[in-house]
Structures are given as C-alpha cells and as structure tokens.
C-alpha cells in the first residue's frame, strides 16, 4: 500500500510537528524529576515525529510536490490520529485555526488512504 500526500498536506503535517516539538522543554523536566513514565510517552511521540520528518524531509521548505509516507501503515495511523486528536482539542481556543484546519484535512487525506 503506497500512501502519497500533496506538498500543502505535507506542510500542514510538518508544522504540526514542529509545534509539538516545542514540549522537549517537558521532556527535560520529566527527567529532572524522575517522571520515568512521561519521559517514555514523550520518546515515543518523538520516534513518531522523527519517522514522519524522515518522510516530509526535515527542511521547512521542501519543493517536491509529492511525498510517500513509508511508516509502516500501523505506526502511521496512530501518528495521524494523534495529531488530529491533538488539534481537534486545541481547535476550540486556538489562534491559528486556519492552520489547525488544513491539520485536520492533511490527517483526513491520509486516514482515507489507509482505509
């Protein structure tokens, strides 16, 4: 199963991502106080990140207009729906809702895909 996304999905799953990076100060302060068990919970969700960036490519900008999503279709179903959990909570308060929306339909794209 071949699963491809379009450059502007890629740029909204991207973001997304780096948004969620900026809690690596959480992951520092779970281990400062021996929260072992966030610690790990946060190590995952970067192992998740970091193979999806080993797809989307790393740069912000990147000029490919097409981009295969090799994560194994298990591992990249969890990912997804973890970003779209994550904004749809966030979606309500959010300042960036035009960006949270193309979020939530760059995770749809994918999610028919694996169907």
Not at 78 to 84: C, L, M, P, T
């Amino acid at each position: 199963m071949s699963i491809t996304i379009n450059r502007e999905d890629r740029n909204a799953i991207w973001g997304e991502i780096r948004l969620d990076l900026t809690v690596l100060s959480d992951f520092e302060e779970s281990l400062d106080k021996g929260d072992v068990e966030y610690a790990r919970g946060m190590r995952g969700r970067f192992e998740r990140h970091s193979r999806l960036l080993d797809d989307l490519g790393w740069a912000k900008a990147d000029r490919r207009d097409e981009f295969a999503l090799t994560m194994p279709p298990q591992d990249l179903e969890q990912a997804v729906r973890w970003h779209r959990h994550r904004v749809l909570e966030d979606l309500p308060g959010s300042e960036h809702v035009d960006d949270d929306l193309d979020v939530l339909s760059a995770c749809d794209h994918v999610l028919e895909q694996l169907a």
